[in-house]
């Protein structure tokens, strides 16, 4: 039994030898894909974060307000502000054309008076609050009648600007706008209530908000673009093997060689033994492979290093069952697939659909309800989830137990359903 065991692994070896094109696919396809992937998002990290993005300013204002914008967007190191273009002051209209063109991203535009017309709104709410105190101070002009219309700051974004991009920087405008409000109402109080020049309005944050990480070592473990790219595409390396996997299982049926090898009498069993020994150590190959691209090539292209400190034989762990679901998944559809046809392109369609809904591409908790449950029936979201499980959330063997059950379960009811349909196939 044995022997034949050997002899099957020996022959999917050399199946494997006379197809470089399936071997170029296996290995070299996966290592370009987590470079490119993991550049253009390291890249993108580094635009919003490092570099300065352009932003038409418009200030109509000239005042405290726009000021005090100018000072926070030049504080946040993320903008850069533009007032002129060609040594020619910039309009409204100038910045509305120049944004809708998609030369700049971002135009904000702070309306005449808004200074002045707010410290005259605060002076009425707070001469009004004080009136109705019988504290009004007689000596101050009454401004009760003037009518102050609303104001607004124009943002203006180019079309193609990402909604995420849109919401921070109108998070951020309004932040301002409410502290620059907020102030203006503790300094009318005081130029009313107060006597002499020491405050009397503790006018510091009392809330604030505190990022709590885990840490090893006193040091805080920050995720990065290869920490989820590594793990992401290995994933899908390793379950691209369902391609030349079911390719070979339709060959050897089409050509006669399946019948030649149960003839001989191999059991099935026994041949699809062979091909799971084979193909796992393509698997591993594939993992250790992306592994050494994030530990020792990644850092020359100016990327941050994976760390696998302590973490490898976990990660092999993952990988090895990962891959056993993988190969169960090739070995059904080989089995069940009647030509090359039906093989090939079902079990590419079907990786990149469990790798969509895996959470590979975009993250599980950033997709619709219903698609959030449609990920928990990938494989490829299970593997995920354990690889985060201990990259970055520092778990032991004991947390990554029942994705790796929920992996084994599905190479054992795969291989199963494929054993008992092509003895069923057999016996007709």
């Known amino acids: 039994m044995m022997h034949k065991f050997l002899m099957s692994v020996y022959k999917e070896i050399l199946l494997l030898k006379r197809d470089f094109g399936g071997l170029v696919i296996l290995f070299v396809m996966p290592l370009v894909l987590i470079v490119t992937i993991t550049l253009i998002q390291d890249s993108t990290f580094k635009t919003v974060?490092?570099?300065?993005?352009?932003?038409?300013?418009v200030d109509n204002d000239h005042g405290d307000i726009s000021k005090t914008v100018k000072e926070n967007l030049n504080q946040s190191g993320s903008f850069e502000i533009v007032t002129e273009i060609n040594s020619q002051k910039i309009t409204e209209s100038i910045a509305r054309d120049e944004v809708f063109k998609g030369k700049y991203q971002l135009a904000i535009v702070i309306p005449e008076k808004l200074s002045s017309d707010l410290q005259l709104k605060v002076n009425q709410n707070v001469n009004k609050i004080l009136s109705n105190f019988g504290m009004e101070d007689s000596t101050?002009?009454?401004?009760?009648?003037?009518e102050i219309l609303p104001k607004e700051v124009k943002l203006y974004f180019d079309p193609a600007t990402q909604l995420t991009f849109k919401n921070g920087v109108k998070s951020a405008i309004d932040k301002m706008i409410s502290q620059i409000e907020n102030k203006s109402i503790y300094a009318t109080f005081q130029d009313q209530l107060g006597e002499g020049e020491a405050p009397i309005f503790d006018q510091k944050s009392f809330?604030?908000?505190?990022?709590?990480?885990?840490?090893?070592?006193?040091k805080e473990i920050i995720p990065n673009s290869v920490q989820h790219n590594v793990?992401?595409?290995?994933?899908?390396?390793?379950?691209?093997?369902?391609?030349?996997?079911?390719?070979?299982?339709?060959?050897?049926?089409?050509?006669?060689t399946l019948v030649?090898?149960?003839?001989?009498?191999?059991p099935y069993a026994i041949v699809i033994l062979g091909k799971t020994a084979t193909y796992l150590i393509i698997c591993m190959i594939q993992f250790w492979l992306m592994v050494a691209v994030g530990v020792y090539l990644f850092p020359y292209l100016g990327l941050p290093v994976l760390d696998i400190n302590g973490k490898m034989l976990l990660m092999s762990t993952v990988a090895l069952f990962s891959g056993l679901a993988a190969i169960g998944f090739g070995i059904l559809l080989g089995t069940i697939a009647k030509t090359q046809e039906q093989s090939a392109p079902f079990g590419a369609t079907s990786v990149v659909i469990l790798a969509a809904i895996g959470g590979v591409w975009v993250p599980v908790f950033a997709m619709p309800k219903i698609m959030q449950y449609a990920s928990h029936i990938s494989p490829m979201n299970w593997g995920l989830n354990a690889f985060y499980d201990v990259l970055l959330r520092n778990g032991g063997f004991v947390e990554i137990l029942p994705e790796i059950f929920l992996l084994l379960l599905f190479f054992i009811i795969a291989t199963t359903i494929a054993i008992g349909y092509d003895k069923k196939k057999r016996a007709v």
């Open 49 to 57: 974060s490092d570099t300065k993005i352009p932003v038409l300013l």
């Open 140 to 146: 101050k002009v009454s401004s009760k009648n003037i």
């Open 207 to 218: 809330i604030s908000f505190k990022e709590i990480v885990p840490k090893v070592d006193n």
């Open 231 to 256: 793990p992401a595409w290995t994933l899908f390396a390793i379950f691209f093997v369902v391609v030349p996997l079911s390719i070979n299982i339709v060959k050897e049926k089409s050509q006669g």
């Open 260 to 266: 030649r090898l149960i003839t001989n009498p191999v």
